[in-house]
């Protein structure tokens, strides 16, 4: 089954950061609790926006968040203090967001890491910056994957983000992703596939449908998880009605869910 990370908790977005800033938990929760009522699996937390503030920001965004939590939280930051301090006050088993093979990062994190029970997001990126090939997606996985098994984190347990580029850009960056998650969960079929699927739109207009199209292929291809706004009602018809066709929902089930509390609408 798809499941998906709801990414609206980021002091990055302005109604999120002036909450943040006025203490404002009732908004807070709203969003969290939306986010739940409409499927998401896990809720992103991240709180890095406020310069010199990350620390308190995450402590209280927790204290907030958890007694209303039903689904697994995903801590979202590149430091490793403050991961290690939200890593402590977590209830459920959390998702870590994220580490990658880019020298200062990996240094840190793998530390961190190390005899976690957790969650990883393993972004396809080292020093040389974005891939520029399936073949160089691949052997970034690769690497990541045989470098947090060997501190005891389970292939299972490994989310590859193989970084969705535009297709704007170049024509190929569409095909060249798809072809790297085919090849990445051919390699190792108990990863998952996850990642942000916006990026393939940028540049052009009508983004929406392009990427409802896009979750799509993604999910043929053996993507199973995205990072994503779970209020999207569209994207979510489509990812359910996606998932039913790729034989991943017994006897239709959710998608029937979906279509009787108005979720799915044609």
């Known amino acids: 089954m798809f499941e998906v990370i709801g990414e609206r908790i980021n002091t990055s977005r302005k109604l999120v950061q002036a909450a943040v800033a006025d203490r404002d938990a009732d908004y807070i929760i709203d969003d969290v609790q939306k986010q739940q009522e409409a499927g998401a699996n896990f809720i992103d937390v991240n709180a890095g926006a406020r310069i010199g503030h990350e620390t308190e920001d995450m402590k209280w965004l927790l204290d907030t968040i958890q007694p209303i939590a039903t689904v697994p939280l995903t ?8 991961l290690e301090m939200a890593f402590k006050m977590v209830e459920k088993t959390p998702m870590i967001n994220s580490i990658s093979l880019e020298k200062e990062r990996f240094d840190a994190m793998m530390p961190f890491l190390d005899g976690k029970e957790c969650k990883v997001i393993a972004l396809c990126m080292d020093d040389a910056g974005m891939p520029n090939s399936s073949d160089d997606i691949l052997a970034r996985a690769k690497s990541l994957v045989q470098e947090l098994n060997k501190i ?4 299972a347990a490994i989310y590859v983000d193989p970084l969705v580029q535009p297709i704007s850009v170049e024509s190929n960056k569409g095909t060249m992703v798809l072809d790297a998650v085919r090849a990445i969960k051919a390699l190792f079929p108990e990863v998952h596939i996850t990642g942000g699927l916006s990026n393939i739109s940028y540049g052009l207009p009508q983004r929406k449908i392009i990427n409802r199209t896009f979750v799509s292929l993604m999910m043929d291809a053996g993507m199973d998880s995205a990072i994503i ?7 979510m018809a489509t990812i359910r009605t996606a998932d039913m066709l790729l034989g991943q929902d017994a006897f239709c089930m959710n998608y029937l869910k979906g279509v009787r509390s108005g979720a799915i609408e044609s």
């Open 75 to 82: 801590l979202d930051s590149p430091d490793p203090a403050v």
């Open 152 to 155: 005891g984190i389970p292939t």
């Open 229 to 235: 706004d779970p209020l999207d009602k569209k994207i």
